[in-house]
């Protein structure tokens, strides 16, 4: 089955970052690591049944386990993920908003930009005037 999984989603070097309990369930911080890394690289379409299944949890359960490890939400972790992944793009004036939006899995340009302004307190074109960038 970790086979399958691993060519189900081109994971093996993630698969291979953690260690097993007898039964196949990954242990310690291992999880959350692989958790992290596999998050920040596919942050685009990533849903918390993806990162389940590389670590060969229940969903409800790595849910559980992020915010215990953590001390936050995987969806606020996410959420970060993506806000900064978006103010690093909007440093880049030839990229319009909506193409940003795009680039960090948002299809709806309208919600990215209000996600956008609820986490950094400005809107994206705001964000761009305040660091001296206007859209092209």
């Not at 936050?72 to 970060?80: G, I, M, P, R």
């Not at 030839?94 to 609820?118: A, D, P």
């Amino acid at each position: 089955m970790k086979k399958e999984l691993d060519d189900q989603f081109s994971l093996p070097k993630y698969a291979e970052t953690f260690k097993y309990r007898d039964d196949g369930r990954a242990v310690g911080n291992n999880v959350i690591e692989t958790i992290k890394h596999y998050t920040e690289n596919h942050y685009k379409d990533i849903t918390l049944d993806k990162v389940a299944k590389v670590v060969h949890m229940n969903p409800n359960y790595v849910s559980t386990y992020f915010k215990e490890k953590t001390g936050e939400n995987f969806s606020d972790y996410l959420l970060s993920i993506k806000m900064k992944k978006a103010a690093d793009l909007l440093g880049d004036v030839r990229l319009k908003t909506y193409e940003v939006s795009q680039m960090i899995g948002y299809s709806n340009t309208k919600n990215f930009t209000r996600t956008f302004k609820k986490f950094f307190g400005v809107s994206p074109r705001e964000y761009r005037n305040k660091r001296g960038m206007n859209d092209v």
